[in-house]
């Protein structure tokens, strides 16, 4: 596959019940190895159907997979010069699947920090004019994803749905549609760094509080306490990453 391919080249019999789920199946095993830095940018993949055979899929499920890899910016493919691994700079490293990609294995700490850059930028504002601009559905839906994070606690899979639900809704909230096209990959990066601070250990601490100060401030209409508080969850859940790390 490359000089640096993993050593596991298995994709699992449980991924192989349609073409669909296979493809994804590829992308995933081959999207983390490019991201995770197994495969590193620049290299060019081995031919399709070395690939294919080395990977027991079918020369179009690889093909589909690249596909796949490419719309995302990991990979190109020119004829004769076969598929290279596209500088990192080029990724679009907020699409959902490749932010999973970067979580299925250790994180590059400096990624992390990005991540956290960017919520720190677009959050705190997002909670501003979450604050000037909410109505009532918008408040309803952020308070039926808070009951569900105190119900269910971020420790479950249900709890980081609910936190997600919880920032697409203060994204809704802003009726700003250039910021709300932002919301699959903010809930994505919401998601991931939860997760991932709970590999090792329990969460340091409950965050639910945190999210409820945004929700009260957004409730109150008041937007420099609306992000203030944003702006403190998203320093405390940086510190409890670092933690984590």
Same mark, same amino acid.
């Given at each position: 596959?490359?000089?640096?391919?993993?050593?596991?080249?298995?994709?699992? %019999?449980?991924?192989?019940?349609?073409?669909?789920?296979?493809?994804?199946a590829?992308?995933?095993?081959?999207?983390?190895?490019?991201?995770?830095?197994?495969i590193?940018p620049?290299?060019?993949?081995?031919?399709?159907?070395?690939?294919?055979?080395?990977?027991d899929?079918?020369?179009?499920?690889?093909?589909e997979?690249v596909?796949?890899?490419?719309?995302?910016?990991?990979?190109?493919?020119?004829?004769?010069?076969?598929?290279?691994?596209?500088?990192?700079?080029?990724?679009?490293?907020?699409?959902?699947?490749?932010?999973?990609?970067?979580?299925?294995?250790?994180?590059?700490?400096?990624?992390?920090?990005?991540?956290?850059?960017?919520?720190?930028?677009v959050?705190p504002?997002?909670?501003?004019?979450?604050?000037?601009?909410?109505?009532?559905?918008?408040?309803?839906?952020?308070?039926d994803?808070?009951?569900?994070?105190?119900r269910?606690?971020?420790?479950?899979?249900?709890?980081?749905?609910?936190? %997600?639900?919880?920032?697409?809704?203060?994204?809704?909230?802003?009726?700003?549609?250039?910021?709300?096209?932002?919301?699959?990959s903010?809930?994505?990066?919401v998601?991931?760094?939860?997760?991932?601070?709970?590999?090792?250990?329990?969460?340091?601490?409950?965050?639910?509080?945190?999210?409820?100060?945004?929700?009260?401030?957004?409730?109150?209409?008041?937007p420099d306490a609306?992000?203030?508080?944003?702006r403190?969850?998203?320093?405390?859940?940086?510190?409890?990453t670092?933690?984590?790390?």
């Amino acid at each position: 596959m490359s000089t640096d391919e993993p050593d596991d080249k298995s994709i699992p %019999r449980s991924a192989r019940g349609s073409g669909r789920r296979l493809r994804g199946a590829v992308a995933h095993y081959l999207g983390s190895a490019i991201v995770s830095g197994q495969i590193a940018p620049g290299e060019t993949l081995t031919g399709e159907i070395a690939n294919a055979e080395a990977l027991d899929v079918s020369r179009s499920a690889y093909r589909e997979a690249v596909q796949v890899l490419t719309a995302k910016g990991l990979v190109e493919s020119r004829p004769k010069a076969g598929t290279r691994v596209l500088p990192r700079s080029r990724w679009n490293i907020l699409d959902p699947q490749v932010l999973a990609w970067a979580f299925s294995a250790e994180p590059d700490v400096s990624f992390v920090r990005d991540l956290f850059e960017l919520r720190a930028i677009v959050e705190p504002a997002a909670a501003r004019l979450a604050a000037e601009r909410r109505d009532k559905d918008d408040l309803k839906a952020m308070k039926d994803a808070l009951a569900k994070m105190r119900r269910h606690t971020l420790a479950t899979e249900a709890g980081r749905a609910a936190d %997600r639900a919880f920032h697409d809704a203060l994204l809704g909230a802003t009726h700003n549609s250039a910021m709300m096209a932002l919301s699959a990959s903010i809930s994505a990066a919401v998601s991931w760094t939860t997760e991932f601070k709970q590999r090792s250990r329990a969460l340091p601490r409950d965050p639910v509080p945190d999210h409820a100060k945004v929700f009260d401030a957004i409730a109150a209409g008041d937007p420099d306490a609306a992000s203030a508080a944003m702006r403190a969850l998203v320093d405390l859940a940086l510190d409890d990453t670092r933690s984590a790390m």
